[in-house]
């Protein structure tokens, strides 16, 4: 049996050029002389192709059949990303870094103290904030203690599947159950994922940029007369009121007679993510 031969088609070679001028893809014909069926044509093709400087092999068609023995075989070649062959195994090849302090807004109820209260006989209302002839507490709005941050990591496309992208929506409004880039536990909310990719092709490499918000947690806070042992940084500390005599005997205000720390973000285990601690 003759020996299967590959040959390229020097004369039939094609180049795609973007308007930048630069080669996006090259397509080169072969002939492949000896083989009787298609599948063994294309076999004989992706065996023995010649590799293209900045290219990978993305596909091998066949073009036509000259005789029973003889075949023409275009491969298509593509531009990596990088410029270079992708034979890369890396899972992470870059990581950026970027952080603010705007920090975020709550609504709070309850002030850390009471500075001063004029005249010297006004009702002492225990911390309560804005309250009205009605006996409302109406509270203020103000700016929260939050750290913002982003990672943004190139990753190799065999990471990002599926089943990764869900675990980013599954991750996503969850707090830190455990230590995570110097931060204790509870500290740090993921705020979510975006990913973009460049290519169609599934080993192309993903960017991925990751965001994170941090409230530190406390500990021996006072509301009015009461104690609170410990707040995680993102549990909401909400204050119940109650009418009291004021100490004038002439009032009756609202002061706290309860306090509750609330979670309302569940843990995540964000070494699910892939990033280490």
Request: proline fraction near 3%; aromatic fraction near 10%; hydrophobic fraction near 35%.
């Amino acid at each position: 049996m003759a020996t299967v031969r590959v040959e390229e088609a020097y004369s039939e070679r094609d180049e795609t050029i973007d308007a930048k001028g630069n080669v996006t893809e090259v397509e080169i014909p072969y002939l492949v002389f000896n083989v009787n069926d298609e599948s063994a044509a294309l076999s004989a093709v992706k065996s023995n192709h010649k590799s293209v400087t900045g290219m990978t092999l993305e596909s091998v068609e066949t073009v036509e059949r000259i005789n029973d023995t003889t075949w023409k075989v275009k491969a298509i070649y593509e531009v990596d990303e990088d410029g270079e062959e992708d034979d890369s195994t890396d899972d992470e090849d870059t990581t950026m870094f970027a952080f603010d302090t705007g920090g975020g807004t709550k609504h709070l109820n309850q002030s850390l103290k009471t500075d001063g209260k004029y005249p010297n006989d006004a009702p002492d209302f225990g911390g309560a904030i804005g309250v009205d002839n009605e006996g409302n507490v109406n509270g203020v709005d103000v700016t929260m203690p939050v750290l913002n941050f982003t990672e943004t990591h190139t990753m190799n496309g065999s990471r990002v599947s599926t089943s990764y992208k869900k675990t980013l929506a599954d991750l996503t409004g969850t707090v830190n159950k455990s230590g995570f880039r110097g931060f204790s536990a509870g500290e740090v909310l993921f705020l979510g994922a975006s990913g973009t990719k460049r290519s169609k092709k599934s080993s192309a490499p993903w960017e991925i940029t990751y965001r994170f918000a941090v409230s530190p947690n406390q500990a021996g806070l006072q509301v009015g007369d009461i104690k609170v042992a410990r707040k995680y940084g993102w549990d909401y500390l909400w204050v119940r009121y109650a009418d009291k005599v004021a100490e004038n005997g002439k009032n009756v205000v609202k002061k706290p007679v309860a306090a509750y720390v609330e979670m309302v973000y569940p843990e995540g285990d964000f070494g699910r993510l892939g990033l280490g601690n």
